[in-house]
C-alpha cells in the first residue's frame, strides 16, 4: 500500500487565491482528519471524517475553510480566499474506526502551503 | 481536550537507552495512552499505545505507572534516525480524535 498520498507536497500562492490540498486515504480505512501545524500552534485537527461524513469541524478556523469527502477514499481541502496566516504545512490522515477509542492514524507526507 | 505534559527536549548519546517521561495526571479508567513522533520534514507516526500493561513492540516499550497517572516511553537503544519530536496523547474514550500538544524534542548526539 502506498499509504497516505497528498497533493501538492508544495503551494505558494497569492493571497486571495483559492487553493485546494488533496487527500488519498488508505485502501479500507474510514476515517479521514485533516490537521494543520505551524511553529506557533503546533499541530492542530482542523476536521475530521467518519465513513464519508463530518463528524467534528470545531477546529475549522472559519468559513474561508471547507472541506469534502466525494467518495471513501479522497478528500479535499479548500480555502477561499487564502491569506498569508494561512501559510502552515496541512496534514492529511486515516484510519479504520470501529467504534470506541481511537484506533492508529496514518499521516501523509503534507503539503507546505505558503500564501504570500 | 486531554492534557499530557512532557519535557520541551532531551538529549540522548547514540546507541544508549532513552527514557522519554509523560504526566497524564487526569486520566480516566479508559483513556488509552497513545505516543506518536514526528521526523523532520515528515507527518507524525504511530509509534505503541497502551491502556494498564506495559507493552513492547518492535519500536519500542511502553512503561505504564501502576496508578496511570505517569507513563514513559522507552527506545532501548537510540540510534540518529530516533531523533523526532514525540508525542504522549492520551485517547479519550468516544473523543475519535488525538490531541497533539507540544511533544518532547529528542536530540541524538553520535
Known amino acids: 500500500d502506498a499509504g497516505v498520498i497528498q497533493s501538492p507536497r508544495h503551494e505558494v500562492t497569492e493571497m486571495g487565491q483559492e487553493v485546494t490540498l488533496r487527500c488519498k486515504l488508505i485502501?479500507?480505512?474510514?476515517?479521514l482528519f485533516w490537521y494543520r501545524q505551524t511553529m506557533m500552534r503546533g499541530l492542530e485537527l482542523l476536521i475530521y471524517f467518519n465513513n464519508n461524513v463530518p463528524i467534528d469541524d470545531s477546529g475549522m478556523p472559519e468559513d474561508r475553510f471547507s472541506a469534502k469527502m466525494p467518495n471513501a477514499s479522497f478528500s479535499t481541502l479548500k480555502i477561499q480566499p487564502s491569506e498569508p496566516r494561512d501559510s502552515a504545512v496541512y496534514f492529511c490522515?486515516?484510519?479504520?474506526?470501529?467504534?470506541?477509542?481511537?484506533?492508529?492514524?496514518?499521516f501523509g507526507p503534507g503539503t507546505r502551503l505558503t500564501v504570500l | 481536550d486531554a492534557k499530557t505534559t512532557q519535557p520541551n527536549s532531551m538529549e540522548s548519546n547514540e546507541e544508549e537507552p532513552v527514557h522519554l517521561p509523560c504526566n497524564h495526571s487526569t486520566i480516566s479508567g479508559t483513556d488509552y495512552i497513545h505516543w506518536y513522533r514526528q521526523l523532520p520534514s515528515q507527518g507524525p507516526e504511530y509509534v505503541i499505545h497502551g491502556l494498564t500493561s506495559n507493552v513492547n513492540n518492535r519500536m519500542a516499550s511502553l512503561a505504564i505507572a501502576e496508578d496511570r497517572k505517569s507513563s514513559t516511553l522507552i527506545l532501548h537503544r537510540a540510534t540518529l534516525r530516533d531523533a523526532a519530536v514525540y508525542y504522549c496523547i492520551l485517547d479519550q474514550t468516544g473523543a475519535n480524535n488525538l490531541f497533539f500538544g507540544t511533544g518532547t524534542r529528542l536530540t541524538v548526539i553520535p
Open positions: 490522515a486515516s484510519s479504520f474506526t470501529s467504534g470506541g477509542n481511537t484506533d492508529t492514524q496514518y
Open positions: 485502501s479500507g480505512h474510514n476515517s
